[in-house]
């Protein structure tokens, strides 16, 4: 399995004003996701966080309002632009794949993200 | 793309009863069904998962059944503990040769309820 922090846990943000993500595993990971969970909805993946390259962004999402950064196989950041109440919701990262061998996918604990 | 239509969203059940979820799938290609279970507040978890070469898989009092003719898989809870209380997400993807995943799709949820 993998052990997968992410931070901030939550936080309130004024609108306009834009919000970084990070996911931090402990282990060196082949895919790393981001989905975004409204409440009492499901989870709908933003993009997919690619090593080295820019991320791969999924229909209804694009890179200028949530950047992705992903350094290594270990870490990734998502970025929450020009934030509207729109915006608020639960991120989750999620990675899957590594050395070790798993193939199902992790999620980190989630952001819970309140625009004001 | 794949789309997963997932029923009921509300389940109620009596402790010690059985309960039954099921989602339908739409690319043919899919060959790989995770379920997660997500209580109130917390992180979706990986409770059973089901490859297409597979036609049931049992860990303890959960089942995972996949037709792959009809592209539907179900998820059954025997013998439900009120602490089974949660969402259920099933998903769909394709992994390729090396394991990984391409990306997951979920369902929409169901929320199940287990009464005392």
């Known amino acids: 399995s993998a052990v997968i922090s992410q931070k901030p846990s939550r936080d309130i943000c004024q609108r306009g004003t834009s919000l970084t993500i990070q996911c931090q595993v402990d282990?060196?990971?082949?895919?790393m996701f981001w989905y975004r969970q409204q409440p009492g909805q499901s989870l709908t993946l933003i993009a997919t966080?690619?090593?080295?390259?820019?991320?791969?962004?999924e229909s209804g999402f694009v890179i200028d309002k949530f950047p992705i950064s992903r350094p290594n196989l270990t870490f990734s950041t998502l970025t929450v632009s020009n934030m509207s109440p729109e915006d608020s919701s639960i991120y989750l990262c999620?990675?899957?794949?590594?050395?070790?061998?798993?193939?199902?996918?992790?999620f980190g604990q989630g952001t819970r993200l309140t625009v004001v | 793309g794949e789309n997963v239509e997932q029923h009921p969203s509300t389940l109620s059940v009596q402790e010690g009863d059985s309960a039954v979820i099921k989602c339908t799938y739409s690319?043919?290609?899919?060959?790989?069904f995770p379920w997660y279970k997500q209580e109130l507040g917390k992180r979706p978890q990986l409770i059973i998962d089901?490859?297409?070469?597979?036609g049931e898989k049992k860990d303890q009092r959960i089942a995972v059944t996949l037709n792959k003719t009809a592209k539907h898989f179900s998820l059954h809870i025997t013998e439900t503990q009120p602490e089974d209380s949660a969402v259920y997400f099933c998903?769909?993807?394709?992994?390729?040769?090396?394991?990984?995943?391409?990306?997951?799709?979920f369902g929409k949820g169901t929320l199940l309820t287990v009464n005392p």
């Open positions: 966080a690619n090593q080295g390259s820019e991320a791969t962004y």
């Open positions: 089901i490859r297409s070469n597979v």
């Open positions: 998903a769909a993807s394709r992994k390729n040769s090396g394991g990984s995943n391409y990306k997951l799709t």
């Open positions: 282990s060196q990971v082949t895919m």
């Open positions: 690319d043919s290609a899919s060959n790989y």
């Open positions: 999620s990675v899957e794949g590594g050395p070790t061998g798993f193939t199902e996918a992790f």
